[in-house]
């Protein structure tokens, strides 16, 4: 990470729990956005958008203003900004944090099937134990601090860890 900073930087996807979008550009406009700063050419982040804008469920929405969308869809447009570059790792902090049950139910049928079909490590900030029990590792902060650390055995889901606050 220290000798190479860029090069892990480009291998990583990042979700705030406060969404980073500019609220002013349309879904399309945001991923157009950061795309380019990945530094993805117009062909590449033109077909990945396509194929994000679809697994997310924003396809019909592409032409709205990001500040227009509810907060659900913009946890959904996070995750797309988060996955334009197709990360090797996911970082997600409190993903689902102030969104309904049913929200947050469909954040997590997005992200299930993603480690299924890719070597893709996710890592997760929550402070719901039924997120935490999703994971195949579970570790507890306090202070900014893992205080215990391990693996959550059975739960059949690929590279997905959980940080309890």
């Not at 956005?33 to 990945?38: D, L, Y």
């Not at 947050?104 to 890719?118: G, N, V």
Request: aromatic residues 8%.
């Amino acid at each position: 990470m220290r000798s190479e900073a860029e090069r892990a930087r480009e291998q990583i996807g990042y979700l705030a729990q406060c969404f980073a979008l500019y609220e002013e550009l349309t879904v399309q406009g945001n991923l157009h956005f950061f795309a380019e700063v990945q530094g993805l050419k117009r062909a590449q982040w033109m077909q990945r958008s396509q194929e994000i804008l679809d697994f997310v469920g924003l396809t019909p929405f592409r032409n709205r203003r990001a500040g227009q969308l509810s907060r659900g869809m913009k946890q959904k447009l996070g995750l797309a900004l988060a996955l334009i570059n197709e990360p090797r790792v996911l970082l997600l902090d409190e993903p689902t944090t102030g969104v309904d049950p049913v929200t947050q139910q469909d954040f997590w049928r997005l992200i299930l099937p993603l480690l299924r079909r890719r070597s893709l490590a996710v890592l997760v900030s929550t402070p719901y134990m039924d997120e935490a029990l999703r994971c195949t590792r579970i570790g507890f902060m306090r202070n900014g601090r893992i205080i215990q650390e391990g693996p959550r055995l059975n739960c059949g889901v690929g590279s997905l860890a959980a940080f309890l606050s």
